[in-house]
């Protein structure tokens, strides 16, 4: 059931991080949206954009992980916390 719920969780993110890219993509792709919007904002859309296309793979590959550490943490981890904790 907990590998069910991470890996739906995997699936929000990518969705959440696909979808801000995607939107992103296209008001930079509408030269109407460009000229309407500050300069600023385009730079920054443009950076989402480029950045989101070349790094999303990489952004949701670590988030994954992370969910997945904190879910289901590896023996070493869960060992490294207790010592951590009984010294305290």
Known sequence: MQQVQDVSMQNRITNVVATTVAVAGAIVASPAA??????????????A??????????????????VAAVTHPPAWMSSLVHGVRSRL
């Open 34 to 47: 460009v000229e309407r919007l500050p300069g600023a904002i385009v730079a920054v859309l443009k950076t």
């Open 49 to 66: 954009t480029t950045l989101g296309n070349t790094t999303q793979p990489l952004i949701v590959t670590v988030v994954g992980i992370v």
